[in-house]
């Protein structure tokens, strides 16, 4: 086992809301400062501490699989820039909902349960009551609280945070940041669909072994690891030729330094790499040690989730074709819509690249339409535009003018209202097949 590894089993070992440090670390282990340091950031990567301002690194409840609308409440100090005064070892809870403190002590009773964060001034009776309930506390203004509150706290392991900021911006604030967490929801990363416990040879076994491995688990494509169970190649069918014995080595035969992605890498992005490297099978490491694999098949059923999500927040692409329809035409699709406000640049008039974000996703709409397969934009160029004034109503036309077994061509114009051609271009794309 490496020195990284022990610290990070170490920190793993360590109590829900113990305060760590690189120095206590290295004194404790023996280790170097870099060590101590280098682990503890890739402690922070897995969710294991979590660096709060002001507070210090802290060991956390690694959450598996959190609901995406949940925040803790060390991530509401950073959202509004808090001091904790009291009741540290209860920040990696999770904050179910917050309420604001705008009534009296009696009515608060009946809008206030355990998890919740009573958002309030300096109500010293308020802030007693939300502790009594299991409620966490966020005091607006940059008011502090009384020893007696800062006790309590501390007993019941419920944060009490102070934030500089009125309640309204405080409310909008955490409002914001449960929206962006919505976004997120759509982007689903490798870790979320992976192999977990992958199959694997090593690079000492022979040709006999792999072939034992076929037979008896079904697969032809294995990750190689070597003696330090490191990843060092992977090997596939396409590896092996007539001429090979069953005593030759895999180290000889595998392909060495093979295409990885982390666990954090987003799918679309592993997509990509299988599409352009013709691609069956990727590792997934961590400092290059194996922690799972994804297929083809594992990505495109991912991708096929994708388009049936249901949309729980609006992205910015979003929030410009929301006011477009389409409809098919006999050569492909026309979309039809005004130019909103999101879509100005700072002449008021639609910007590049608004304009060029619509024309590319009506290109790709009618590709995956007419192929009913996963497309993937190469490039996409704009021959012609031309300025576009605010609340006019454009028409875009697009058909497909090329397609094969792993490739697409659509072209795109839109016109103005008075079917004169505001912008011309195409879009090249590659079709990604199970």
């Known amino acids: 086992m490496t020195k990284h590894e022990e610290i990070l089993n170490h920190i793993k070992e360590l109590r829900v809301g113990t305060k760590i440090s690189v120095r206590t670390i290295a004194a404790e282990l023996g280790v170097s400062e870099g060590t101590a340091y280098r682990a503890i950031k890739e402690a922070e990567n897995l969710g294991l501490v979590s660096a709060i301002p002001r507070v210090g690194t802290i060991r956390i409840e690694k959450l598996e699989k959190k609901s995406i609308e949940t925040l803790t409440f060390a991530e509401v100090v950073n959202i509004v820039d808090g001091v904790v005064l009291g009741g540290k070892e209860g920040l990696y809870k999770p904050l179910n909902k917050f309420v604001i403190g705008a009534m009296t002590i009696d009515a608060m009773k009946s809008y206030m349960s355990s998890g919740n964060l009573l958002i309030v001034g300096n109500r010293e009776e308020a802030h007693k009551l939300a502790l009594e309930l299991n409620c966490a506390v966020l005091i607006t203004g940059g008011f502090s609280c009384s020893d007696e509150i800062k006790r309590i706290a501390n007993s019941k392991k419920l944060p ?31 870790e979320d669909i992976m192999n977990s416990n992958p199959i694997y040879l090593h690079e000492s076994d022979t040709v006999r072994d792999w072939r034992k491995m076929v037979g008896r688990t079904g697969y032809t494509k294995f990750p190689v690891l070597d003696e330090r169970e490191k990843l060092v190649g992977i090997l596939t069918t396409k590896d092996f030729n007539s001429s090979l014995d069953d005593e030759d080595v895999l ?26 490297d013709s691609l069956e099978l990727i590792p997934v490491v961590s400092n290059k040690t194996l922690i799972g694999v994804v297929s083809r098949g594992d990505v495109l059923k991912a991708l096929q989730h994708i388009t049936r999500q249901p949309q729980v927040s609006e992205t910015l692409e979003d929030m410009v074709l929301k006011s477009f329809s389409y409809e098919h035409t006999q050569d492909g699709i026309n979309y039809r819509g005004k130019i909103v406000p999101e879509m100005y640049n700072q002449e008021g008039s639609a910007s590049m690249n608004s304009l060029t974000m619509i024309m590319s996703t009506a290109c790709t709409t009618v590709l995956r339409q007419k192929n009913n397969l996963n497309i993937f934009a190469d490039s996409f160029v704009a021959f012609y535009m031309k300025p576009v004034q605010i609340d006019s109503y454009i028409s875009i036309n697009v058909k497909t003018i090329d397609s094969g077994r792993n490739f697409a061509k659509a072209d795109v114009e839109m016109l103005d209202e008075k079917g004169e051609l505001c912008a011309k271009g195409m879009l090249s794309a590659k079709i990604m097949r199970k």
């Not at 330094?257 to 982390?262: A, E, M, Q």
């Open 160 to 190: 009490v945070i102070s934030s500089s900021y009125d309640t309204f911006t405080i409310a909008t604030m955490i409002n914001k940041a449960i929206s962006e967490s919505l976004i997120k929801k759509d982007i689903i990363l490798v």
């Open 251 to 276: 180290y000889r035969i595998m392909t060495k330094d093979p295409i990885t992605v982390t666990e954090k890498t987003s799918v679309a992005y592993a997509a990509h790499i299988m599409v352009w």
